[in-house]
């Protein structure tokens, strides 16, 4: 069975006054693959209630899930790094936690919300 993590991410909706469920980012390790494949699945009553808040030029796959550059699946998506700590504090967290420049992108973002929280 393959192993997968998933970050849920959850948005504000201001005309409805209320947090909505977007998908999640996830990352699958399955038997056999040299590197994790990592993605986001968009929540399917995300998609059909609000599409005009989706990021522009996104190219989904199967209709809900957006992958990164396809040379790279073990990389998150595009929109998704600019939740990734700088290369400074990458350096500084390595210091507290000594693997975390040896982890993936998905897992330097699961480690560093750990500390940041959901709105860092």
């Given at each position: 069975?393959?192993?997968?993590?998933?970050?849920?991410v959850?948005?504000?909706?201001?005309?409805e006054?209320?947090?909505v469920?977007?998908?999640?980012?996830?990352?699958?390790?399955?038997?056999?693959?040299k590197?994790?494949l990592?993605?986001?699945?968009?929540?399917?009553?995300?998609?059909?209630?609000?599409?005009?808040?989706?990021?522009?030029?996104?190219?989904?796959?199967?209709?809900r899930?957006?992958?990164?550059?396809?040379r790279n699946?073990?990389?998150?998506p595009?929109?998704?790094?600019q939740?990734?700590?700088?290369?400074r504090?990458?350096?500084?967290?390595?210091?507290?936690?000594?693997?975390?420049?040896?982890?993936?992108?998905?897992?330097?973002?699961?480690?560093a919300?750990?500390?940041?929280?959901?709105?860092?």
């Amino acid at each position: 069975m393959a192993d997968v993590q998933l970050i849920s991410v959850i948005r504000w909706i201001t005309g409805e006054q209320k947090f909505v469920k977007v998908g999640d980012l996830f990352r699958e390790d399955s038997q056999g693959r040299k590197k994790p494949l990592i993605g986001f699945d968009y929540d399917p009553e995300y998609l059909s209630l609000h599409p005009r808040l989706l990021p522009n030029n996104i190219e989904l796959s199967n209709g809900r899930t957006l992958m990164g550059d396809y040379r790279n699946n073990s990389h998150i998506p595009s929109y998704f790094k600019q939740f990734l700590p700088s290369e400074r504090m990458k350096a500084v967290i390595n210091t507290k936690n000594n693997q975390f420049l040896g982890f993936d992108q998905f897992q330097q973002l699961q480690h560093a919300s750990q500390y940041k929280g959901d709105f860092g």
